[in-house]
């Protein structure tokens, strides 16, 4: 005999006929409440709780992973798109200090003489006509026109 079902549905049997219930109404919350259950069928329905729960659990933790994985991603493309938007600024104001090199150079070419600097002069037009131009130089050059044409005529 086990005590404690025996009391559990005389608790089910006392709170059933307080609402004024049939023998069928009796019989339906002692179903209800697990009371006319085999107890293999007990033991089942117990084992399929767990299993639930279990399952539950799996899958809210797999929802929050995906959660995770989802601001990871979000976060990943805002910071992508950052990078990007930085790229271009900074290739925008490398253009212009290579602009405003190229002008300060080009002021200074104005300005000086090449005759004060001797590499300067060498490489000009004005050196080959004074005398025959050296292997270096025409070396010299041909590298130099090489650079320009990687940058776009900008000086390097």
Do not use: F, W
């Not at 109404?25 to 767990?50: F, T, Y």
């Not at 797999?62 to 976060?75: C, I, S």
């Not at 600024?89 to 004060?116: M, P």
């Amino acid at each position: 005999m086990n005590t404690r079902a025996i009391n559990s549905a005389a608790g089910v049997i006392c709170a059933a006929q307080q609402r004024d219930r049939t023998a069928a109404g009796i019989a339906l919350a002692l179903d209800a409440a697990g009371h006319l259950n085999s107890p293999e069928h007990a033991a089942e329905l117990e084992q399929l709780r767990k299993e639930r729960e279990t399952a539950l659990a799996q899958r809210n933790a797999v929802l929050g992973t995906n959660e995770q994985l989802q601001t990871r991603v979000e976060e990943a493309g805002l910071a992508r798109i950052t990078a990007e938007n930085e790229a271009r600024t900074l290739a925008r104001a490398n253009k212009k200090l290579r602009d405003r090199v190229a002008a300060l150079e080009g002021e200074r070419a104005e300005s000086h003489s090449v005759d004060e600097d001797p590499i300067a002069y060498a490489l000009t037009p004005k050196a080959d006509a004074v005398r025959n131009v050296t292997p270096q130089v025409r070396k010299l050059r041909a590298l130099l026109a090489g650079q320009r044409e990687q940058t776009g005529g900008a000086p390097c």
